[in-house]
């Protein structure tokens, strides 16, 4: 059933690829937004390799971090999508990078004392032509935890080629049943969390 409430998601693409590359990390991200579109969530696509973001651990690095802007579109969303490809079977460099930045929101708290990006769910995407989907997820879910986020049921999706194959996720001439079917539980379950925290956030401390 469709739910008409309004929510916005962000998808940060970790691609190595700058616009307009084709990117398997982009094209799942916006399957997922797809999937959410059916449960009342509009949602925006970020490649951050596009932008200069500066190499730290704060909010604003100073001159010509273009990190803070995304943060905007971050703080005005209820959900945040953080798609990978997978390289020597770890998550890219650039989501490294998003998850150092997305660290100084440890220290940006509410009157309550908590983070400000408590009551914000996150979900994971995961492509490539390798294994590591799995360590890749795990090590994105620890971190996103730590800094405030919330992870629902069965909050990630992913696409491996065979052991030492060399098909990308864009080149499949249709989305295999399994994947299609993980990403619309993932939007289901992403969007159904989402609206209760907004209904019943968390106490403050």
């Known amino acids: ?23 398997s990390s982009d094209l799942i991200a916006r399957q997922i937004l797809g999937e959410l579109a059916k449960h009342g969530v509009t949602g ?8 200069d973001v500066k190499p730290g651990v704060e909010v604003d ?31 890219s460099s650039v989501a490294q990078r998003v998850l150092e930045r997305l660290d ?3 220290s940006e708290t509410d009157g309550s004392g908590r983070p400000l990006v408590t009551g914000k769910v996150a979900v ?14 795990a090590d994105l879910f620890q971190a996103l935890g730590d800094i405030g986020f919330t992870i ?3 909050g990630s999706t992913y696409w491996n080629d065979q052991a030492m194959g060399g098909t990308d996720y864009m080149d499949l001439d249709e989305t295999p ?11 289901e379950n992403a969007a159904h969390l989402a609206r209760a925290l907004k209904a019943a956030p968390y106490p403050g401390r």
């Open 1 to 23: 059933m469709t739910e008409t409430a309004s929510l916005r998601a962000l998808a940060l693409v970790c691609s190595l690829k700058p616009s307009p590359s084709p990117s």
């Open 44 to 51: 925006d696509v970020v490649r951050v390799v596009d932008h």
């Open 61 to 91: 690095m100073g001159e010509g971090d273009e990190w803070p802007g995304i943060r905007e579109q971050l703080m005005a969303a209820d959900i945040l999508i953080v798609s990978t490809p997978t390289w020597v079977g770890h998550m």
């Open 104 to 106: 100084g929101e440890l």
């Open 124 to 137: 994971v995407s995961v492509v490539g032509n390798e294994d590591g989907a799995h360590k890749i997820v």
């Open 152 to 154: 629902p049921s069965q």
């Open 177 to 187: 049943e399994a994947v299609a079917s993980t990403t619309a539980t993932l939007a």
